[in-house]
């Protein structure tokens, strides 16, 4: 059982008060950020830097995103009760909670066993119903698409093209591209005769996406 005490939602609410201040307007957004408990996602002696506006290590070289950066996807999904939504990069699992708080049906990729574990016992605890998957995110989830929504957290080398073919007409991929060093967000959203229409929304930092699946499991 995961504690979830006036502090912590204290500390939802500052947070929630801090990404708002740096441009985020979705009120479905800003609840989920308020409302999901985030310090589930921490071991026990980090719990500290739970609430803070930054990005954490949670292992596999990967890390738990800055709050500010899970918003902003979030936002740009502009996503609706009901959608499915493909994430490929589950990591924590706390951007997959926020798309389910919002009403999302999240579908959730892996591709680092050890974090698919974790991911799915945390989702598990809080209740979130999120279809959780071990494999390769370039390859994306083809027996459940089309998918109206997809969500790439970690830096893209290119579009992967499984993705596009698994996107559903009108629907919206965001995706960080890489760019040298950096990555620009992009939207895609696919027009009914397939074509892409890309919007980019500024400089990001990512871990890099990463093809196959790593079979370690450690203890």
């Known amino acids: 059982m995961i504690e979830d005490n006036f502090r912590h939602k204290?500390?939802?609410k500052k947070l929630a008060k801090t990404v708002a201040t740096k441009g985020i307007h979705s009120m479905?957004?800003?609840?989920?950020?308020?409302?999901?408990?985030?310090?589930?996602?921490?071991?026990?002696?980090?719990?500290?830097?739970?609430?803070?506006?930054?990005?954490?290590?949670?292992?596999?070289?990967?890390?738990?995103?800055?709050?500010?950066?899970v918003a902003f996807q979030?936002?740009?999904l502009q996503v609706e009760k009901g959608m499915k939504?493909?994430?490929?990069?589950?990591?924590s699992g706390y951007q997959a909670c926020i798309l389910a708080h919002m009403g999302a049906k999240v579908f959730t990729i892996e591709r680092h066993r050890n974090?698919?574990?974790k991911a799915k016992k945390s989702i598990d605890e809080l209740g979130y119903r999120i279809q959780c998957f071990y494999g390769d995110?370039?390859?994306?989830?083809?027996?459940f698409a089309p998918f109206q929504r997809i969500i790439v957290t970690a830096a893209a080398p290119h579009i992967p093209e499984a993705l596009?073919?698994?996107?559903?007409?009108?629907?919206?991929?965001?995706?960080?591209?890489?760019?040298?060093?950096?990555?620009?967000?992009q939207t895609l959203k696919k027009m009914n005769d397939g074509t892409l229409h890309s919007e980019s929304h500024g400089h990001f930092k990512f871990v890099?996406?990463?093809s196959d699946k790593d079979n370690n499991v450690k203890s």
């Open 164 to 185: 596009v073919d698994q996107l559903a007409p009108d629907g919206i991929i965001v995706i960080p591209v890489e760019a040298g060093g950096f990555q620009v967000m």
């Open 208 to 210: 890099p996406m990463l």
């Open 137 to 143: 995110g370039f390859e994306g989830l083809p027996t």
């Open 74 to 76: 979030s936002e740009l």
């Open 28 to 69: 479905m957004v800003l609840k989920a950020i308020e409302e999901v408990p985030r310090h589930a996602f921490f071991n026990s002696s980090f719990l500290e830097f739970a609430y803070d506006d930054k990005p954490f290590p949670i292992g596999c070289g990967q890390t738990i995103s800055q709050p500010y950066t």
């Open 10 to 12: 204290g500390l939802r």
């Open 115 to 117: 974090l698919y574990l």
């Open 85 to 91: 939504v493909l994430e490929i990069g589950t990591g």
